[in-house]
């Protein structure tokens, strides 16, 4: 089979299986490096032979990370799987071990450094990062429906739009965080006079379970990106969200102004989050939920901050 009608095939059972776009290009792109890499020879007539020298490569020759060649090896276990139908029975490969390393935080005083040198939706979205431990991702994805306002409560939602856990929403973002969804209303509003304008995005998933839901106002982006782009994979004209870079570029730049020289990322804010709620004496339970850690254990890794922290130990030089 040509190269080409391959991955036509391949596109097609990611798109049943309902994976994410981003994972689409990923899978794609490493599927078409390993056929590449072996002189395009039809994939049914290899197997786990050709995926270890493939993954060698990557690791010894090339020197790619951990983390991509397990992105690597999870799309070609993907395409073997559930597009070939073909059992793996001579893979031994075993994913590359990620080493883990403490998260970097910020003290309270660099918190208000950083967010004192942030201004408009930079400054509010730095915020919900520390001040309710969100994902960066969970951040931008935000809609005008997960802000719980009598409660007090952010709501964040699965893939399949289902509640997948509230947090919290600090008393101090409540009048900013009105005025940006009032923005966002108004945003949509001058949306839906652009012809061919389809509506907010959402997953070929959740619109086939809510049909209405990319035209209604409920489903809008609290920070919806400044352009209207065409959907990828349905060339439909779409608001989408800001991309990672958009807020990550604004915190390295105010990281820098002031001076901190760890290596600190929008992600230290959620760190920080934790440690500092620790620091104040609430339990590792509630701190789990609140992030949405599946496993404690996970969680636990920063009550190791905690300690490092406050050794309470007096070293042999002072004395």
Known sequence: MERSKSLDHVREVIRTSHLSYSTEKSYIDWIHRYLIFHSNREPGEMGGKEIREFITDLAIKRKVSPSTQNQALNALVFLYKKVLKIQLQDLDFKNSKIEKHLPVIFSREEVNKVLSNLKGEFHLM????????????????????????????????????????????????????????????????????????????????????????????????????????????????????????????AVKDAVKKVQITKSASCHSFRHSFAVHLLEDGYDIHTIQKLLGHKNVRTTMIYTHMLINNRFNVRSPLDR
């Open 126 to 249: 730095a915020s919900l990062l520390y001040g309710s431990g969100l994902r960066l991702g969970e951040c931008l994805e935000l809609r005008i429906k997960n802000i719980d306002f009598e409660l007090d409560a952010i709501i964040i939602s699965d893939n399949k739009g289902e509640n997948d856990r509230s947090t919290l929403l600090p008393h101090l973002l409540i009048p900013l965080l009105k005025r940006q969804i009032e923005k966002a209303r108004i945003k949509f509003e001058e949306n839906m006079m652009v012809p061919d304008f389809e509506g907010t995005y959402i997953s070929e998933v959740l619109e086939t379970k809510y049909p209405d839901a990319p035209k209604d106002q409920a489903w809008q982006y609290i920070f919806p990106s400044r352009n209207l782009k065409a959907d990828p994979r349905s060339g439909k004209l779409k608001q989408y969200f800001h991309h990672e870079s958009y807020l990550q570029k």
